[in-house]
Protein backbone atom coordinates (compact mmCIF):
# COMPACT_ATOMS: atom_id res chain seq x y z
CA UNK A 1 0.00 0.00 0.00
CA UNK A 2 2.94 2.32 0.98
CA UNK A 3 4.45 1.76 -2.27
CA UNK A 4 1.26 2.22 -4.26
CA UNK A 5 0.77 6.29 -2.67
CA UNK A 6 4.24 7.22 -3.52
CA UNK A 7 3.93 5.81 -7.09
CA UNK A 8 0.83 8.16 -6.61
CA UNK A 9 2.85 10.93 -5.61
CA UNK A 10 5.30 10.69 -8.23
CA UNK A 11 3.22 10.66 -10.73
CA UNK A 12 1.01 13.57 -9.65
CA UNK A 13 4.70 15.35 -9.19
CA UNK A 14 5.45 14.09 -12.31
CA UNK A 15 2.70 14.89 -14.25
CA UNK A 16 2.03 18.83 -12.42
CA UNK A 17 5.95 19.25 -14.13
CA UNK A 18 4.96 18.52 -17.56
CA UNK A 19 2.30 20.28 -17.25
CA UNK A 20 4.22 23.47 -16.57
CA UNK A 21 6.83 22.54 -18.93
CA UNK A 22 4.21 22.97 -21.63
CA UNK A 23 2.21 25.43 -21.10
CA UNK A 24 5.73 27.88 -19.82
CA UNK A 25 8.80 26.06 -21.33
CA UNK A 26 12.03 27.65 -19.79
CA UNK A 27 14.13 26.59 -22.91
CA UNK A 28 12.66 28.61 -25.21
CA UNK A 29 14.35 31.89 -23.28
CA UNK A 30 10.69 33.92 -22.81
CA UNK A 31 11.90 37.59 -21.56
CA UNK A 32 7.73 38.00 -20.84
CA UNK A 33 7.67 36.47 -18.05
CA UNK A 34 9.88 39.21 -15.95
CA UNK A 35 8.16 42.44 -17.60
CA UNK A 36 5.72 43.16 -15.45
CA UNK A 37 2.97 44.74 -18.13
CA UNK A 38 3.03 41.36 -19.78
CA UNK A 39 0.73 39.11 -17.00
CA UNK A 40 0.88 35.21 -17.64
CA UNK A 41 -2.88 35.40 -18.32
CA UNK A 42 -2.62 37.65 -21.33
CA UNK A 43 0.28 35.32 -23.03
CA UNK A 44 -1.60 32.47 -22.81
CA UNK A 45 -4.75 33.81 -24.46
CA UNK A 46 -2.05 34.81 -26.63
CA UNK A 47 -0.67 30.88 -27.02
CA UNK A 48 -4.21 29.88 -27.73
CA UNK A 49 -4.76 32.63 -30.63
CA UNK A 50 -1.40 31.47 -32.07
CA UNK A 51 -1.60 27.97 -32.34
CA UNK A 52 -5.37 27.95 -33.81
CA UNK A 53 -6.68 24.73 -34.85
CA UNK A 54 -7.60 24.16 -38.67
CA UNK A 55 -10.04 22.09 -40.60
CA UNK A 56 -13.52 20.90 -38.76
CA UNK A 57 -13.56 24.22 -36.53
CA UNK A 58 -13.28 26.27 -39.36
CA UNK A 59 -16.41 27.63 -41.29
CA UNK A 60 -16.66 26.15 -44.27
CA UNK A 61 -17.43 28.71 -46.83
CA UNK A 62 -15.73 31.40 -44.49
CA UNK A 63 -16.14 34.98 -46.71
CA UNK A 64 -12.05 36.02 -46.98
CA UNK A 65 -11.22 38.99 -48.36
CA UNK A 66 -12.28 42.57 -50.58
CA UNK A 67 -15.94 41.83 -51.35
CA UNK A 68 -16.95 41.92 -55.25
CA UNK A 69 -18.67 44.40 -56.89
CA UNK A 70 -20.79 43.32 -59.43
CA UNK A 71 -21.91 44.27 -62.72
CA UNK A 72 -25.65 44.84 -63.41
CA UNK A 73 -25.10 42.37 -66.47
CA UNK A 74 -23.98 39.74 -63.88
CA UNK A 75 -27.07 40.52 -61.70
CA UNK A 76 -29.29 40.18 -64.05
CA UNK A 77 -31.97 37.18 -63.24
CA UNK A 78 -31.63 34.25 -66.03
CA UNK A 79 -33.12 30.81 -66.62
CA UNK A 80 -31.07 28.03 -66.65
CA UNK A 81 -33.05 24.42 -67.42
CA UNK A 82 -36.75 23.77 -68.18
CA UNK A 83 -39.50 21.86 -66.42
CA UNK A 84 -42.13 20.54 -68.43
CA UNK A 85 -44.93 18.86 -67.03
CA UNK A 86 -45.47 15.46 -69.19
CA UNK A 87 -49.11 15.46 -70.93
CA UNK A 88 -51.51 13.51 -68.96
CA UNK A 89 -53.41 10.74 -70.52
CA UNK A 90 -56.97 10.07 -69.20
CA UNK A 91 -58.05 6.28 -68.49
CA UNK A 92 -61.22 6.08 -67.32
CA UNK A 93 -61.04 2.24 -66.60
CA UNK A 94 -58.94 2.74 -63.54
CA UNK A 95 -58.84 5.04 -61.14
CA UNK A 96 -55.21 4.58 -59.87
CA UNK A 97 -53.81 7.77 -61.62
CA UNK A 98 -51.91 8.70 -57.84
CA UNK A 99 -52.18 12.01 -56.72
CA UNK A 100 -49.84 14.92 -56.42
CA UNK A 101 -47.60 16.33 -53.42
CA UNK A 102 -49.40 17.82 -51.25
CA UNK A 103 -47.41 21.41 -49.60
CA UNK A 104 -46.88 19.74 -46.14
CA UNK A 105 -44.66 16.92 -48.02
CA UNK A 106 -42.91 19.31 -50.07
CA UNK A 107 -41.89 21.68 -47.03
CA UNK A 108 -41.00 18.54 -45.43
CA UNK A 109 -38.38 17.84 -48.10
CA UNK A 110 -37.19 21.22 -49.11
CA UNK A 111 -36.63 21.90 -45.26
CA UNK A 112 -34.81 18.31 -44.27
CA UNK A 113 -32.79 18.13 -47.73
CA UNK A 114 -32.18 21.61 -48.98
CA UNK A 115 -28.46 21.70 -47.36
CA UNK A 116 -26.68 20.53 -50.09
CA UNK A 117 -28.28 22.95 -52.49
CA UNK A 118 -27.76 25.85 -49.85
CA UNK A 119 -23.96 25.01 -49.82
CA UNK A 120 -23.98 25.04 -53.22
CA UNK A 121 -25.81 28.32 -53.61
CA UNK A 122 -23.29 30.07 -51.07
CA UNK A 123 -20.09 28.66 -52.62
CA UNK A 124 -20.85 30.41 -55.89
CA UNK A 125 -21.77 33.48 -54.04
CA UNK A 126 -18.36 33.42 -51.94
CA UNK A 127 -17.35 37.40 -51.49
CA UNK A 128 -19.90 38.87 -54.19
CA UNK A 129 -22.48 41.61 -52.85
CA UNK A 130 -24.95 40.07 -53.60
CA UNK A 131 -29.45 40.05 -52.44
CA UNK A 132 -31.57 38.06 -54.88
CA UNK A 133 -34.40 35.18 -54.52
CA UNK A 134 -33.09 31.85 -56.50
CA UNK A 135 -36.33 29.99 -57.75
CA UNK A 136 -35.36 26.25 -57.75
CA UNK A 137 -38.15 24.53 -59.70
CA UNK A 138 -38.16 20.88 -60.22
CA UNK A 139 -40.56 17.91 -62.05
CA UNK A 140 -41.02 14.90 -59.19
CA UNK A 141 -42.03 11.58 -60.89
CA UNK A 142 -44.63 9.28 -59.47
CA UNK A 143 -41.59 7.76 -57.80
CA UNK A 144 -40.62 10.47 -55.49
CA UNK A 145 -37.35 11.63 -57.80
CA UNK A 146 -36.96 15.06 -59.57
CA UNK A 147 -36.21 14.44 -63.23
CA UNK A 148 -36.22 18.05 -64.60
CA UNK A 149 -34.62 20.78 -62.65
CA UNK A 150 -34.76 24.38 -63.64
CA UNK A 151 -32.83 27.30 -61.64
CA UNK A 152 -33.74 31.21 -61.86
CA UNK A 153 -30.56 33.30 -60.65
CA UNK A 154 -28.14 36.06 -61.43
CA UNK A 155 -25.98 35.41 -64.22
CA UNK A 156 -22.88 35.61 -61.82
CA UNK A 157 -23.66 32.37 -59.78
CA UNK A 158 -23.93 30.59 -63.12
CA UNK A 159 -20.50 31.51 -63.82
CA UNK A 160 -18.97 30.31 -60.84
CA UNK A 161 -20.89 26.62 -61.54
CA UNK A 162 -23.87 26.89 -59.73
CA UNK A 163 -26.04 25.49 -62.29
CA UNK A 164 -24.12 21.81 -61.91
CA UNK A 165 -23.89 21.70 -58.34
CA UNK A 166 -27.52 22.85 -57.86
CA UNK A 167 -29.26 20.16 -60.38
CA UNK A 168 -26.85 17.34 -58.79
CA UNK A 169 -28.23 18.57 -54.68
CA UNK A 170 -31.96 19.24 -56.34
CA UNK A 171 -31.55 15.14 -58.02
CA UNK A 172 -30.44 13.94 -54.63
CA UNK A 173 -33.65 15.05 -53.15
CA UNK A 174 -36.02 12.11 -52.01
CA UNK A 175 -39.95 12.60 -52.09
CA UNK A 176 -43.15 10.61 -51.48
CA UNK A 177 -43.63 8.54 -54.20
CA UNK A 178 -47.49 9.06 -54.88
CA UNK A 179 -47.88 7.78 -58.13
CA UNK A 180 -48.36 11.22 -59.90
CA UNK A 181 -45.71 13.61 -61.32
CA UNK A 182 -45.78 17.15 -58.96
CA UNK A 183 -43.82 20.86 -60.27
CA UNK A 184 -42.05 21.74 -57.43
CA UNK A 185 -41.19 25.68 -57.50
CA UNK A 186 -39.12 26.53 -54.22
CA UNK A 187 -37.79 30.13 -53.37
CA UNK A 188 -34.46 30.61 -51.68
CA UNK A 189 -33.71 34.34 -50.64
CA UNK A 190 -29.98 35.32 -49.93
CA UNK A 191 -28.75 38.51 -47.87
Known sequence: MRTFLIGLFVGAVAGAAGTWLTL???????????????????????????????????????????????????????????????????????D?????????????????????????????????????????KMLVNGQGHPTQVALHAPRYLFEQGFAGCARTAARGMRFAATGKATVVTAPFTID
Open 96 to 136: SGGRSLSSSEINGVLSSQSGRFIGCLKKARGNAELSATIQL
Open 24 to 94: SPPWKGDTALGDPEVTPAIKVAHKRTKHRRRGRHRRRYKLSGKPIVLSPAQRAMVWRGSVHKPAQTADFSN
